[in-house]
């Protein structure tokens, strides 16, 4: 006799009202990708509304919140001492942010991060050159760090999203799995988040006139805190913030038309 892993993730309720939806969806039908961003709000929004409901589900606020903690240490240590490669800044940040836990929480925080590190390149091509500069001890510019930040948050919760959407794919509905339905969501939901997430590049005076601080730090005697430091601080600061806006938990914004609140 068999046996088998029962799911653990988002299942019952609102959440059988998307994976019904999923199920129902056509490839190749007319509208198709704009039944698919629908689909992709009505996950986002049974997210948000299970943690309005029970702030502990998932273990995914607070495990949010630590990465998000760890995350904001990190981008101090890159602003610093940066990685030469793609490769050595993914392990270095999946080493430090993404912790080692078991849950469905825990990978989507590491896969969030791997995410992040590949939108961050295609958003600034110069961190090619960033790299190649670090191999000589030099950090990462605070304006690509603070697009990191964003970005994680939002890839998090599409990570997290893309977890539930494969497995109700390949329980009720195998034959989408070609279709990659969850990559798309997953797309979708990051691409409607990210601009939710406060950058700590833009959110504090301090960090406003950090350029000006980090040309002149180096040769002020008795400067009185590293500039990359107030910067990793103003990001720690914010996390509650962040994670509060992408989880639904902080609804003074809107993201797509299915009315799904972030």
């Known amino acids: 006799m068999g046996t088998s ?44 509304e299970t943690l309005r409901d029970d702030r502990s589900a998932f ?59 590949r939108d961050v390149r295609g958003r600034h091509p110069e961190l090619d050159d960033a790299m ?24 998090m919760v599409g990570e997290f999203l893309r977890s539930v959407v494969a497995e109700h794919v390949k329980l009720a509905v195998p034959v989408l799995v070609a279709t990659d339905p969850e990559g798309r969501i997953a797309d979708w939901v990051a691409e409607r988040l990210v601009d939710l997430v406060p950058n700590p590049c833009e959110e504090s005076v301090e960090a406003a006139e950090l350029a000006e601080a980090v040309d002149t730090a180096q040769s002020v005697v008795g400067a009185a805190e590293d500039p990359s430091a107030v910067l990793s601080k103003v990001a720690e600061g ?15 914004e809107v993201v797509g038309e299915g009315g799904a609140a972030a």
């Not at 009202?17 to 049974?46: G, K, M, P, T, Y």
Request: net charge negative; hydrophobic share 45%; proline share 1%.
């Open 59 to 117: 273990g995914l606020y607070d495990t949010a919140c630590a990465a998000g903690e760890r995350l904001a240490g990190a981008l101090g240590s890159l602003a610093v001492d940066g990685a030469q490669s793609e490769g050595e800044l993914l392990a270095r940040l999946v080493s430090e942010v993404g912790g080692g836990g078991g849950t469905l929480a825990d990978a989507a925080v590491r896969r969030g991060v791997a995410e992040a590190v």
């Open 132 to 155: 190649e500069a670090a191999s000589a001890g030099g950090g990462f510019a605070w304006d690509i760090l603070c697009d990191l930040y964003q970005v994680f948050f939002a890839d």
């Open 238 to 252: 914010l996390v509650p913030k962040a994670v509060g806006r992408v989880l639904g938990l902080i609804t003074d």
């Open 5 to 48: 892993t029962r799911w653990k993730g988002p299942n019952g309720g609102r959440w059988s009202s998307a994976a019904r939806r999923l199920a129902r969806w056509d490839d190749e039908s007319r509208n198709a990708d704009q039944r698919l961003e629908e689909i992709a709000a009505d996950h986002l929004r049974a997210l948000h």
